[in-house]
């Protein structure tokens, strides 16, 4: 099996709470975040993983502003989500049209990561079986996300007419796809999955349940944490089954990887 390249494309921002990103380790304050998605190729397959906001992400911004001003006192929480941030058109700029993916990858089921998963005619999608079951049986003990946050309606809608294409990963680790494997981690929600891809540079570590490279580098669980025991036992199994890193929401990824290609 031939390494894969990985390329990292800007699905918007936000400016969020410090607390919201360090377990109680920096309360006060406010922090970026850029959505990356992960353009995974080699000449065998394209994998996607994450499809960004859907074009209207209203919902999105109303809970997440509502949220902060409530929490914080303060207004912010703001997606800014450009054109050229719209997952066909950053597929565009590096080459490839929606039709040419053969692999979609998803974590968490939330709408900045599923809002574009409708635009992919031909793509296996791949999502956790836990946040799966969760979405459709959700424990009423437990708080949940609203549906249309975690899948918006257009989307859901699109996945019910698309079922045969959907495919659940287990908790246990699996290489479900050579040169790539996954494991439930959760700790941030109930659908966060790792996923460690095979480069010419090592194995490459991607999860939602990393913000920024602080949370793994300092092992701080994030602030919007669902299990503290899950966060360190991902921090470990991480600095054993991987070589680097990749924050989902870090800025600083295209400053440790120019041109934000990874190979």
Known sequence: M???????LSMGETTVPCAELYWMTKLVGWEP?????????NDERRVLLNT????DYSDLHKHWTTWAKSATGEEGHVPVVREEN?????????????????HVLMTPLTSY????LDQFPKSQ????????TDFHHPDPEIPQLPKNIIFPDHVLRWLKTNRERVNLLPDEEKEFLPGIKSWFCGAHHRSSMAFVIKTARGRVGVTDAVFKYRNYEERIPLGLSESLEEHHRLYAKLSRETDLIVPLYDPLVFTRHPKGVIS
């Open 2 to 8: 031939k390494p894969y390249t990985l390329r990292v």
């Open 52 to 55: 960004g906001f859907p074009l």
């Open 86 to 102: 719209w997952i066909v058109n950053s597929l565009k700029k590096a080459g490839v049209t929606p039709g040419e993916i053969d």
């Open 33 to 41: 975040l850029t959505f990356w998605a992960l353009l995974i190729e």
């Open 125 to 132: 999608i791949w999502l956790s079986e836990r946040g799966w």
């Open 113 to 116: 990561a599923t809002g574009g």
